[in-house]
């Protein structure tokens, strides 16, 4: 087994997993029961990690999870209908007014 990434968040993992599966690469979540507290960042050796059954499928894992992280844009900025301000995308509303962003999305 090789170990393909790691994350704070079970949930990412689990999706990960999911994706991985659909796509014919099996895959298990280790140090899954390490995470259970509340807002606790665990400690680096117990992040839950993500590891790859078979060996030899480890590169075709690591070529879905780039595809997969370029296949999520990141939402575009925006200007603030209130002040004019420019935001990143992934606020909803304006840092400078807090006006929510009025775009149709
Ligand atoms: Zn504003």
Redesign the pocket.
Same mark, same amino acid.
């Given at each position: 087994m090789k170990r393909l990434t790691s994350n704070e968040s079970i949930a990412y993992l689990g999706h990960l997993k999911n994706l991985l599966e659909q796509s014919g690469v099996g895959c298990i979540i280790k140090n899954e029961q390490l995470s259970g507290g509340l807002g606790e960042i665990p400690f680096l050796e117990c992040l839950p990690e993500l590891w790859v059954i078979r060996d030899a499928q480890l590169a075709e894992a690591q070529s879905l999870l780039q595809e997969l992280a370029q296949s999520s844009p990141s939402a575009p900025a925006w200007r *603030?209908a209130? *002040?004019g301000?420019s935001n990143e995308g992934q606020f909803a509303a *304006?840092w400078? *007014?807090g006006?929510a962003d009025e775009r149709d999305t």
């Open positions: *603030c209130g *002040c301000e *304006c400078n *007014c006006r």
